[in-house]
Nanobody, 115 residues
Framework: QVQLVESGGGLVQAGGSLRLSCAAS????????MSWYRQAPGKQRDLVAS???????NYTDSAKGRFTISRDNAKNSVDLQMNSLKPEDTAVYYC?????????WGQGTQVTVSS
């Protein structure tokens, strides 16, 4: 079993920044992908950004140019730097990691962007 703990969410004004972090209880040296998803009230959970084992990254159109996903093997963490935040970015953000032995979700962290 792997625990993923997100942190860094909060309330920010439009145009501001937040940095989310997801810490894994096991080494992330060997993973398939690490991703951030988000779910707004009444909506489905959608992918925001992902990073592969080789370090290649992928972003949804809404995240391109504003968000940056990165991983820190020494800290067993994956971060999401979010800049130029908009009210429509308001959601619960979830970390999702696919290991060779299984896939795991974090518990989520709330991000609220006020206008």
């Amino acid at each position: 079993q792997v625990q993923l703990v997100e942190s860094g969410g909060g309330l920010v004004q439009a145009g501001g920044s937040l940095r989310l972090s997801c810490a894994a209880s096991r080494s992330i040296v060997v993973i398939y992908t690490m991703s951030w998803y988000r779910q707004a009230p009444g909506k489905q959970r959608d992918l925001v950004a992902s990073i592969s084992s080789s370090g290649s990254t992928n972003y949804t159109d809404s995240a391109k140019g504003r968000f940056t996903i990165s991983r820190d093997n020494a800290k067993n963490s994956v971060d999401l730097q979010m800049n130029s935040l908009k009210p429509e970015d308001t959601a619960v953000y979830y970390c999702y990691v696919v290991f060779p032995y299984g896939a795991y979700w974090g518990q989520g962290t709330q991000v609220t962007v006020s206008s």
